[in-house]
């Protein structure tokens, strides 16, 4: 049997996206279908380079070929990947359109690791190819300068009138901590919170990004609401640590967003456990298993399980992130997990409403 492009295209529908429950054929996924004698090449172009099963589709699409034609001696896959744009929530008006997915990080209560979370998850982002900005809406408390080691102050564009945000890690990153005193406290009521958080957004001049990780304030306050009225979030990662008390707050953050129409793209339970140093033994410090129960109960994806790990702490100290300070550890593992998990869920919720609309 001849070895044609549609052949190959009919042998990869084999390979079936689990989350669409389609074929890569139909979801438009195989591009640049090229064969040349016995020789086979093509390109896989997922909706995120953080796709935790890309291997996976590399390895059955090139089994699918070699399985349909003996006579192929050759399968070449190259993964690729284009983001879709977020779905679009109900906003007075976009503030940053050139951003193709906004996701918030958002947690009920304060002192679960939030910013911590949104800090790695950003770098584990962009570690896997995707353009990120990074913004730090904790308005009361902007951490980002210290974990990600910057002293600078951002540059201002003169021409243009705008802040230029400041490059760390591979990544695009703005705070009102790089613009005020670290010792002076801000003491603002809730219009000027909100004008702040308008001002990180429209008077920087952001590019064009795959992905926006925006660190939010704990809590259901202004910061929040005034998100989701400039911007069209694309979801909404709620941490929380296993605890009951922290996970009361975490169902009272995710019912909010819910209720103002942003996609909740899952929970990811901080500080799960602990293994001592010196003895090796495994400690639910906090318990575990309380996100996971949450999630289920509340009907969202569960994003995983971080531990509690000192590497954590010294590495957000010192100002590079644990993804990049200890690649190798099973915390940085976890992250890395987390940020392909993240992704994965923008997309569906993306390609969901695309089909929806």
Known sequence: ???????????????????????????????????????VSLRLVLTTPACPVREKFKAQAEEAIR????EVATVEVTLDAMVPEGAKTPLFEN??????????????KGGVGKSTVAANLAVALAA?????????????????????????PPV???????????????????????????????????PMVMKAVEQLLKDVEWPSLDYMIVDLPPGTGDAQLTLTQKVPL????????????????????????????????????????????????VSDIFSRGGGERTAREMGV?????????PSVRRSGDCGTPVVLAAPDSPVAAAFRDLAGRTAQQASIAALTAKRSS
């Open 301 to 309: 994806p569960f994003l995983g399980e971080i531990p509690l790990d």
């Open 67 to 70: 399985r349909s034609f003996a």
């Open 234 to 281: 694309s979801g909404v990662v709620i941490v929380t640590t296993p605890n009951e008390v922290a996970l009361i707050d975490a169902r009272k953050g995710l019912a909010m967003f819910r209720k103002v129409g942003v996609p909740v793209l899952g929970i990811v339970e901080n500080m799960s456990w602990f293994v001592c140093p010196h003895c090796q033994g």
């Open 128 to 152: 896997s190819g995707a353009s990120v900005g990074l913004l730090d809406a904790d308005i009361y408390g902007p951490s980002m300068g210290i974990m990600l080691g910057v002293k600078k």
């Open 1 to 39: 049997m001849a070895v044609t492009e549609k052949g190959i295209l009919d042998a990869l529908r084999v390979v079936i996206d689990p989350d669409f429950n389609k074929d890569i054929v139909s979801l438009g996924f195989v591009k640049d279908v090229k064969v040349q004698k016995d020789a």
């Open 95 to 108: 503030l940053i359109p050139q951003v193709r997915n906004i996701i918030a990080v958002a947690s009920g």
């Open 156 to 190: 201002i564009d003169q021409e243009r009138k705008k802040m230029l945000p400041v490059e760390a890690h591979g990544l695009l990153v703005m705070s009102l901590g790089f613009l005020l005193d670290p010792d002076t406290p801000v003491i603002w009521r809730g």
